[in-house]
């Protein structure tokens, strides 16, 4: 299984980007899909998380009203759609997918948690 990350960028603070993530199986429209980040010297965090219909998200504070995750099925790939980006938004971001299925009220958020990770893409907002 192979997750495909793009859409990184350099944005201005308050600026916008659109991360996406193409998985390879068709399997994995129903799989819970998340986003992490990681800045330099830093631990990789949760950002976001999907349930595999998409009825269900979950989002860690920093990225609540600023952040949008969804996903297209047909199209197996799921996206992070992220406004009023801020200079700590800068980091590495990526995409990635449990090799077992999670109910929609048991959405992980610890990264040991996933077993498939996208390449990662590069945000870096200036300010």
């Known amino acids: 299984v192979q997750l495909q990350a793009s859409g990184g960028g350099l944005v201005q603070a308050g600026g916008s980007l659109r991360l996406s993530c193409a998985a390879s199986?068709?399997?994995?429209?129903?799989?819970?899909m998340a986003w992490f980040r990681q800045a330099p010297g830093k631990e990789r965090e949760f950002v976001a998380a999907i349930s595999g219909g998409g009825g269900t998200t979950y989002y860690t504070d920093s990225a609540k009203g600023r952040f949008t995750i969804s996903r297209d099925n047909a199209k197996n790939t799921v996206y992070l759609q992220m406004h009023a980006l801020k200079p700590e938004d800068t980091a590495v971001y990526y995409c990635?997918?449990?090799?077992?299925?999670?109910?929609?009220?048991?959405?992980?958020?610890?990264?040991?948690?996933?077993?498939?990770w996208g390449q990662g893409t590069q945000v870096t907002v200036s300010s």
């Open positions: 990635a997918a449990p090799y077992r299925y999670y109910s929609n009220s048991n959405i992980p958020s610890q990264a040991f948690e996933y077993d498939y």
């Open positions: 199986e068709r399997t994995f429209r129903r799989h819970v």
